[in-house]
């Protein structure tokens, strides 16, 4: 039912009314909204009322619910208060709440205190806040405090934060000591924190220091730091020195860091270096180094060397290199060159 985006407040109240009181405590429910764009506040919470007490035995509940925009803060309460003390069997939980603008530090400080601590039971998560841009870091403070003490058992997360452009370092390092230190078996990781652009190295640090004692396990780890310019080779080196040696049992690893413009060689080599000691079970990795407008040809060749003498059970390769100068035509040949014996490469 994704992209009725002309269905108004009745049609979806007839809808829900009609259907979700039906459901008899249903274990499992994937329901799409998606482009729901008229559905206010009242049609919301009219939804939340119908739909909870449904869900006394959910175990598996998704709900995509992206560009509802006209959800405020009222809205987002009442959903959190209904569906909350019935998510205490769940074990897997997906809501995307996307394009949700309306949204600030007051709801999502609700919705984490009235969600976070029913998750008695989950070991899949998958929250997707993406342009929630009025969060500030005590929103996201809150938000890790509420979670952070359920996911001790947590096996896959994916958190989607892209745009929340008001985050400091100061609420990076929060979310990381009060909610990813808290993520000790995980096994499949997806942080999607596009568009932090105040985060510095000091920053970068503690999400190292805090994240990376929890990765021995993980298969999967995608981290998605784009437009982060202030980082530089330090933060660089410290994310390559302490981290990638923990993902000795990763198979697939996306690094997704447009716009790092002040990492130099330096960094770059330091990266490369630790990806060829301890990377040798990687079978997939995905590189964004987008508008990284300080490395040469120097640290690109350097990096395909490691990549080719040491990722020896690497089957796709995918490197981002737009708007990168040292990514010539002529360079960018010679790479594809050097990459021929790898099964699948991609380059942009």
């Given at each position: 039912m994704?992209?009725?985006?002309?269905?108004?407040?009745?049609?979806?109240?007839?809808?829900?009314?009609?259907?979700?009181?039906?459901?008899?405590s249903?274990?499992?429910l994937?329901?799409?909204?998606m482009?729901?764009m008229e559905?206010?506040?009242?049609?919301?919470?009219?939804?939340s009322?119908?739909?909870?007490?449904?869900?006394?035995?959910?175990?598996?509940?998704?709900?995509?619910?992206?560009f509802?925009?006209k959800v405020?803060?009222?809205?987002?309460?009442?959903f959190?208060s209904?569906?909350?003390?019935?998510?205490t069997?769940?074990?897997?939980?997906?809501?995307?709440?996307?394009?949700?603008?309306?949204?600030?530090?007051?709801?999502?400080?609700?919705?984490?205190?009235?969600?976070?601590?029913?998750?008695?039971?989950?070991?899949?998560?998958?929250?997707?806040?993406?342009?929630?841009?009025?969060?500030?870091d005590?929103?996201?403070?809150?938000?890790?405090?509420?979670?952070?003490?359920?996911?001790a058992?947590?096996?896959?997360?994916?958190?989607?934060?892209?745009?929340?452009?008001?985050?400091?370092?100061?609420?990076?390092?929060?979310?990381?000591?009060?909610?990813?230190?808290?993520?000790?078996?995980i096994?499949?990781?997806?942080?999607?924190?596009?568009?932090?652009?105040?985060?510095t190295?000091?920053?970068?640090?503690?999400?190292?220091?805090?994240?990376?004692p929890?990765l021995?396990?993980?298969?999967?780890?995608?981290?998605e730091l784009?437009?982060?310019?202030?980082?530089?080779?330090?933060?660089?080196?410290?994310?390559?020195?302490r981290?990638?040696?923990?993902?000795?049992?990763?198979r697939?690893?996306?690094?997704?860091?447009?716009g790092?413009?002040?990492?130099?060689?330096?960094g770059?080599?330091?990266?490369?270096?630790?990806?060829g000691?301890?990377?040798w079970?990687?079978?997939?990795?995905e590189?964004?180094?987008?508008e990284?407008q300080s490395?040469?040809?120097e640290?690109l060749?350097?990096?395909a060397?490691?990549?080719?003498?040491n990722?020896?059970?690497?089957r796709?390769?995918?490197?981002?290199?737009?708007?990168?100068p040292a990514?010539t035509s002529?360079?960018?040949?010679?790479?594809?060159?050097?990459?021929?014996?790898?099964?699948k490469?991609?380059?942009?």
């Amino acid at each position: 039912m994704s992209n009725w985006g002309q269905v108004t407040d009745h049609g979806i109240t007839c809808f829900v009314t009609q259907a979700l009181s039906r459901l008899e405590s249903i274990k499992h429910l994937d329901l799409g909204m998606m482009n729901w764009m008229e559905m206010t506040n009242i049609c919301f919470k009219i939804f939340s009322q119908k739909l909870a007490p449904q869900l006394t035995n959910i175990e598996h509940l998704i709900l995509n619910m992206a560009f509802c925009s006209k959800v405020s803060d009222d809205g987002l309460k009442v959903f959190a208060s209904k569906i909350g003390p019935n998510l205490t069997k769940a074990k897997s939980l997906v809501l995307d709440m996307s394009m949700w603008h309306k949204i600030t530090d007051e709801g999502l400080e609700a919705f984490a205190s009235l969600v976070g601590p029913q998750l008695k039971s989950v070991n899949h998560l998958d929250l997707r806040l993406q342009d929630w841009d009025k969060i500030t870091d005590q929103g996201l403070k809150v938000f890790a405090s509420q979670f952070g003490p359920r996911l001790a058992e947590l096996q896959h997360l994916v958190l989607d934060m892209h745009g929340l452009d008001k985050i400091t370092d100061v609420g990076l390092m929060d979310f990381s000591t009060l909610m990813l230190s808290q993520i000790k078996n995980i096994q499949h990781l997806d942080l999607n924190m596009h568009d932090w652009k105040q985060i510095t190295d000091e920053g970068l640090k503690v999400f190292v220091s805090q994240l990376s004692p929890q990765l021995a396990n993980v298969k999967h780890l995608a981290l998605e730091l784009w437009k982060s310019e202030q980082i530089t080779d330090d933060g660089l080196k410290t994310l390559a020195s302490r981290l990638v040696p923990e993902l000795v049992n990763t198979r697939h690893l996306k690094l997704s860091m447009e716009g790092w413009k002040q990492v130099t060689d330096e960094g770059l080599k330091a990266l490369a270096s630790e990806i060829g000691i301890h990377l040798w079970n990687l079978e997939y990795f995905e590189f964004d180094l987008i508008e990284w407008q300080s490395v040469t040809a120097e640290g690109l060749e350097f990096l395909a060397s490691q990549i080719i003498e040491n990722l020896v059970n690497l089957r796709e390769l995918t490197l981002r290199l737009q708007f990168c100068p040292a990514a010539t035509s002529s360079v960018k040949k010679d790479l594809k060159e050097r990459f021929k014996k790898i099964p699948k490469v991609k380059f942009f």
